[in-house]
């Protein structure tokens, strides 16, 4: 009896035992199992490059599973194909009796062979012998190494990511208690690779940012010079009418100061020369005028947006250009309107109205009238230079604004210089003031440019909602 219960005991002692190995021998592997995934984790963590991070999850899984093959193929949404992102492998394929090794970068149809059957399934796949699985014959090539395999798909909250593939020159390599452990990467990994790519889109996305920023900036910059350019060509297309009238007003001036110096010089009388310094004072600072007008026409500026008389402004231009205007035989009749103010920078504005004025002269080559008016509107003043030159071709009219459209120079087949560049800058002024310009032309009978301004506050009638 005593050696029955002895054996007993025995037995189930040598079960416990077992027992007790089984159970450490997979408490064992579980912390293994859980080290490795430590590992993956904290290599998702600190990794933010797609390449590296793949080839780093291979090289884990290929001294961790030691097969012959170790490859992950991401997904690409766009072209609807497998690439190949990172490989670890032993084995050389032979096809055709050459020698083929896979290479980063190689790409496979999406629906071909274990991998596009995985990525459809959304399943982890287990291919204990290769020749009996007919999924496995999309890939000829590998046909005559690999043996057995196991393919796990990447998913990234359910959408499909890519594949790892771990492949074996034997059949039934893989231990079937490893497949669990496996699947527990489809999730976590597949995540990762999703939020890594999503951050290679978002450094992809703020790179041609910064890009078109500086693109932009680049634009931006040399749409400065060409606005720069085209403004110091209208300027240059007032120069020779103002020149001649300037030079025509210092002769006046020059000529008016040496006779009262003239006068004081004879006479004795202090009263009668205190007259004579007086005047040669006003004409001197007349003189300081022209040139300070000179100088701001010519010269760069700050654009200052001012309350401006639309009425002294042109009046003072016309005073100017009256004298070339005459000896080109041109009659020139104002009709001013109500006292008009509106606000603008007054340079631009001059530049506009003198650019329409030496228009007109070069279109009246034989003389003619220009006649300068101004009305006021319900909250705009309207200024119109109307002359009898020789018109504009409808054909040129439609684009009249675009730059180097143009009857001059060599834009426009005549012998007058000219680029084309004055309207349009004459355009963009104005509407930048939030105006408005229009031209009507007709072919031997003159042509009418009409500009639009706001008025200014105190000029501006009131809406009807504001009298209610």
Known sequence: MASEK????????????????????????????????????????????????CQKIVDLLYDEMLPDNCSILLLNHQKGELELFAV?????????????????GKK????????????????????????????????????????????????????????????????????????????????????????????????????????????????????????????????????????AGIAHEFNNIFAAIMGYSELSLLSTDIEENKKSFKAIFKLSNRALQVIKKLLDFAGRHQITKTKINIHTELQSIVNLVKSELTKNCIEVKTSFGKTSYVVGDINQ??????????????????GGTLSISTRQTDNCVEITFEDTGKGIEPSLLKNIFDPFVTTKGAF?????????????????IIKSHEGDIDITSEVGSGTKVTVRLPLHKSNAKPSKKANR
């Not at 274990?114 to 090539?141: C, H, M």
């Not at 039934?172 to 976590?188: G, Q």
């Open 6 to 53: 002895i054996k007993k005991l025995e037995k189930r002692i040598s079960s416990l035992s077992k027992t007790l190995s089984d159970l450490e021998n997979s408490y064992e592997e579980k912390v293994h199992e859980l080290s490795f995934l430590r590992k993956i984790g904290d290599l998702l963590i600190y990794v933010f490059d797609i390449h590296e991070a």
């Open 88 to 104: 670890e492998s032993k084995t050389t394929f032979d096809i055709e009796n050459e020698s083929y090794i896979l290479e980063v």
């Open 108 to 243: 496979f149809k999406l629906g071909e062979g274990v991998a596009g059957w995985v990525l459809e399934q959304k399943q982890v796949v287990y291919i204990p012998d290769t020749s009996l699985d007919e999924r496995f014959i999309y890939f000829e090539e590998m046909r005559v190494e690999i043996q057995s395999l196991i393919c796990i798909p990447l998913l990234n909250q359910d959408k499909p990511e890519g594949v790892i593939n771990i492949s074996y020159c034997k059949k039934h390599a893989v231990p079937v208690e490893r497949i669990h452990f496996l699947n527990i990467l489809m999730n976590d990994v597949g995540l990762a690779i999703g939020n890594i790519r999503l951050f290679d889109e978002l450094k992809e996305t703020n790179r041609s940012l910064q890009e078109t920023n500086e693109n932009l900036r680049q634009t931006f910059t040399e749409l400065h010079k060409t606005q720069q350019y085209i403004f110091n060509s209208l300027k240059m297309s007032g120069i020779s009418v103002l020149a």
């Open 349 to 366: 504005i001059s530049q506009v109205f003198l650019h329409l004025i030496s228009n007109a002269r070069d279109s009246m080559e034989d």
């Open 412 to 428: 426009g087949g005549g012998e007058q210089p000219g680029l084309g560049l004055g309207l349009s800058a004459a355009y963009g």
